[in-house]
């Protein structure tokens, strides 16, 4: 239902340590969807350019609230790393979220299992590291108005504290980010508010 609540990250989380000689870095954050998680991934990935892996795993909401779960071995042997990161977030069961454990290899085999051990651990060192709090699932449309309108759908937007960023190009875009609970009286009173004037997108960029 649209006002249950789930578990995320609180922020982003970081964790280290050693087994044999090989370090460990433990990373997490919140991703309100696959863009968020990738860019995340992309960005831990050009941080850590000179490890020997840095390996990903998420459990993020899709369209249709539809749940997606990835985990990459990046190179470990199959089996020994993204799933044991992925184990975790699923096993906390937290969603919207991201992790990316890097490696860097002391020059000693650890093995399926002590690898497995070793990113499991890193991934929910990060997640305490960053702490779990409950979140209320969000939805995202678009308004487009002409400049006449603008000014009542912000101060409609500012009023219900609703999360959105505005463009004024030929028209005015708002990009708006809500509690799902509320998205459609949200829609509706804006609707109402410009006499049906306003473009709604309810699935900007799919």
């Known amino acids: 239902m649209a006002d249950e609540t789930y578990r995320t990250v609180a922020g982003r989380g970081r964790a280290t340590f050693e087994v044999q000689g090989s370090e ?7 991703a ?4 968020e998680a990738e860019a995340f991934v992309a960005d831990i990935r050009a941080e850590y350019d000179d490890a020997t892996h840095n390996v990903p795993a998420y459990r993020v909401r899709t369209g249709g609230d539809i749940l997606r779960e990835y985990g990459d071995d990046d190179g470990e042997p199959s089996g020994s790393a993204g799933k044991p990161a ?5 096993q906390e069961a937290v969603e919207n979220v991201v992790a990316v454990v890097t490696r860097y290899y002391g ?3 650890l093995g399926v299992g002590g690898l497995a ?4 651990s890193a991934v929910k060192d990060a997640i305490e590291d960053a702490g779990i709090t409950e979140e209320r699932p969000h939805e ?5 108005v002409e400049y006449d309108d603008s000014g009542t759908v912000r101060g409609i937007l500012e009023s219900e504290d609703a999360d959105f960023e505005a463009d004024y190009g030929e028209r005015a875009d708002f990009e708006v980010r809500v509690p799902k609970a509320e998205g459609e009286g949200l829609r ?9 004037r306003a473009d709604i997108d309810d699935d900007p960029g799919e």
């Open 117 to 120: 051990r070793s990113y499991s």
């Open 24 to 30: 460990f870095i433990g990373h997490a954050a919140p």
């Open 86 to 90: 992925l184990n975790v977030l699923q």
């Open 188 to 196: 509706d009173r804006i609707r109402s508010a410009t006499s049906g």
């Open 32 to 35: 309100a969807d696959r863009d």
């Open 107 to 109: 020059g000693t085999n």
């Open 140 to 144: 995202r449309f678009a308004i487009t």
